[in-house]
């Protein structure tokens, strides 16, 4: 018995040919699976891109409403006209809330919307633009103090079939709605 014990010891501690070469991956297996990663890669990049873009848009266009909703409320509490206006370079660079008449009081200030990086890098990718004035005013009932108006926030880069503007109306109640525009433009 003791014999046997050896032997089948010895058959274990010689490393059997398939043993030693079994461990890891061949060259031709690395670079087969490289490959098939390079490929989702180029075919995921793209659609990424697209998504991101798509964010953005959204993303100021639920901003705005929510100014909007901001300053319909603020009239409406304060009893008196409240604006909504844009930064001095434009819709896309931000937006103030403020009432008027009497002492202004800046209320929110949005001039480095949550869709833009501390760079500003985002500004280039969209296009703010009110249909109608470049004011939007609230009066103390909470009503329009001027004719319905819309937004569009559209992407700069991109096609509108790969990016849809959205729309941003504001109805003579003074509710702002934020819809996906199908036919790529708000009018």
Known sequence: MHVQFAKHVESQARPSRSGAYGRGFTLL????ALSVAAILAAISIPMYTSFVRNQR???????LSYALTLARGEALK???SVTVSPDTNGWKF????ATTGGSPVTLFTNATPTYLDASNAAVSY??????????????GSGRLASSVTS???ASAVGSTTQIPPRCVTVDLS???????STSGSCT
Not at 94 to 97: C, F, I, L, N
Not at 126 to 139: F, K, R
Request: charged letters at 15%.
């Open 151 to 153: 937004f569009t926030i």
């Open 94 to 97: 931000g937006w103030s809330v």
């Open 29 to 32: 297996e690395l670079m087969t």
């Open 57 to 63: 848009v959204k993303a100021a266009a639920y901003d």
């Open 174 to 180: 003074g509710l702002p709605r934020n819809t996906a």
């Open 78 to 80: 304060r009893n008196r």
């Open 126 to 139: 969209l296009t703010i633009t009110p249909a109608t004035g470049n004011v939007v005013t609230y009066n």
